[in-house]
Each structure stands twice: as C-alpha cells, then as structure tokens.
C-alpha cells in the first residue's frame, strides 16, 4: 500500500475512534443527566479511549474496511452501560439517551462543516502551503463523513442500534416489547442489512447529499 495511502488509513481510523469515543460519551452524559450514574460509577464518561475501545469494533473492523479499500468506513465503541430502573420515565428516557449518540456525531461534522465556510471565506486557507492545506482539507472531510457515517449508522431502527432503541421508545407499549426482543437478533439482522447492500445504498444516498453541499465551499 503507497505511504499516502497509508497515511489516510490511519486518520480515517484515528478519527472514527475519537468520534465513537464521544458517541458513547455523550450516551453517558445523557443518562447521567436524567439520573442514572451507571457510565459515570464506572468511569465510562471519560475522553481516555483505552476505556472505550472495543477490539472488534473499535479497531478490526474499521481497520479491515480501510485496507480492504471499502468507500464506507464505520465501526463502534464498547456501549456505555445504562440502568433504565433509574429513570423516571424509562422508556422516553432511554429513547433520549440513545439519540445523544448520533446526535453528537451530526454536531461534530457540522462543526467541522462551518470551520471549512469560515476558512474558506476569510480566505485561511491560502496561508497554509499546499502540502499542508491538502492534508487539512483531507482531515477535515474525513471528519464530516465518519462522524455522518457513524451517526446515520446508528440510527438505523434496529435493536441494539440508537434508532432501534428510539423506534422503542416511541412504539406503543404493546407493540415495542416484542420489537425490543428483536435486540438478541439485531447483529444478525444489521450484518444481513449489510450483506444485502441495504446499508451501503441508504449510506451512499446520504453521503453524496453531503458531498454536494460541500463542493460549495471547498476552496
């Protein structure tokens, strides 16, 4: 594999762990603020991503896309444990906490998204020599696409995915206690999801949208 390709191997895995390490932050963070300290007694809503870091998820599989030259790159971070019993209301409640995840990844890439517009239009980019502005324009839509990517993955309604576990939240009770069952299968059913190119079709519709709006401001 040429150095350069290399290189970008390692910031798009770099990358999808700081933004699956705030993911699973952010789930803790919602949980403790509606009342369960479950993450937090366990030392769960920390930056340090040895705590967060899961050997398949966290560095094979994206690792294993990324050399296979795979255009969609996602992965995950150990799930931060959630008490439900302490919640008031357990069902919003979870449905909330499983939203902060994907919603803190959208956040992040339009962060990113509104530091390109602004470099773009005061011009920052320009003082930066070419090497180093090709390097930063490649960090940066690296950034927006992981933390896209990892965001809309997320959402997919199937449990354990945040969307199966907000889709359960917002079922009526008779019917999302057997659509929660479906969690035992849910790997099963997201890796038949991606085998059947369902996945990638969903997440390339998404990505090209992004992609477009881009090219708006890219220098």
Same mark, same amino acid.
């Given at each position: 594999m040429?150095?350069?390709?290399?290189l970008?191997?390692?910031?798009?895995?770099?990358?999808?762990i700081v933004?699956?390490?705030?993911?699973?932050?952010?789930?803790? !963070?919602?949980?403790?603020?509606?009342?369960?300290?479950?993450?937090?007694? =366990?030392?769960?809503i920390?930056?340090n991503?040895?705590?967060?870091?899961?050997p %398949?998820m966290?560095?094979? =599989?994206?690792a294993?896309?990324? %050399?296979?030259?795979?255009?969609?790159?996602?992965? *995950?971070?150990?799930?931060?444990?959630?008490?439900?019993?302490?919640?008031k209301n357990?069902?919003?409640?979870?449905?909330?906490?499983?939203?902060?995840?994907?919603?803190?990844? %959208?956040?992040?890439?339009?962060?990113?998204?509104f530091t390109?517009l602004l470099?773009?239009? %005061?011009?920052l #980019?320009?003082l930066l020599?070419?090497?180093?502005?090709?390097?930063?324009?490649?960090?940066? @839509?690296q950034?927006?696409?992981?933390?896209?990517? @990892?965001?809309?993955f997320n @959402? #997919?309604?199937?449990?354990?995915?945040?969307?199966?576990?907000?889709?359960?939240g917002?079922?009526?009770?008779?019917?999302?206690?057997?659509?929660?069952s !479906?969690?035992?299968? *849910?790997?099963?059913?997201? #890796?038949? @999801?991606?085998?059947?190119?369902?996945?990638?079709?969903?997440?390339?519709?998404?990505?090209?949208?992004? #992609?477009?709006?881009?090219q708006?401001?890219?220098?």
């Amino acid at each position: 594999m040429p150095e350069n390709q290399i290189l970008s191997a390692a910031i798009s895995v770099a990358i999808l762990i700081v933004a699956a390490v705030l993911h699973e932050i952010s789930h803790g !963070l919602a949980a403790y603020k509606l009342g369960d300290n479950t993450a937090r007694n =366990l030392g769960r809503i920390t930056l340090n991503p040895i705590k967060h870091i899961d050997p %398949f998820m966290t560095l094979i =599989l994206p690792a294993a896309l990324v %050399f296979s030259g795979s255009p969609i790159i996602f992965g *995950g971070a150990k799930p931060v444990p959630v008490n439900p019993f302490n919640f008031k209301n357990p069902r919003r409640d979870m449905a909330l906490v499983a939203a902060a995840g994907p919603i803190s990844n %959208f956040l992040l890439a339009a962060a990113a998204y509104f530091t390109v517009l602004l470099m773009g239009k %005061f011009d920052l #980019f320009d003082l930066l020599p070419e090497p180093v502005q090709l390097l930063t324009l490649g960090v940066i @839509l690296q950034w927006i696409m992981i933390n896209i990517v @990892l965001g809309i993955f997320n @959402l #997919f309604p199937v449990p354990p995915l945040d969307g199966g576990r907000i889709v359960t939240g917002l079922l009526p009770l008779k019917i999302a206690r057997p659509y929660a069952s !479906l969690e035992r299968y *849910g790997i099963l059913i997201v #890796f038949a @999801l991606l085998y059947l190119g369902v996945v990638d079709d969903y997440m390339r519709l998404v990505l090209s949208g992004v #992609f477009n709006a881009l090219q708006g401001v890219l220098p």
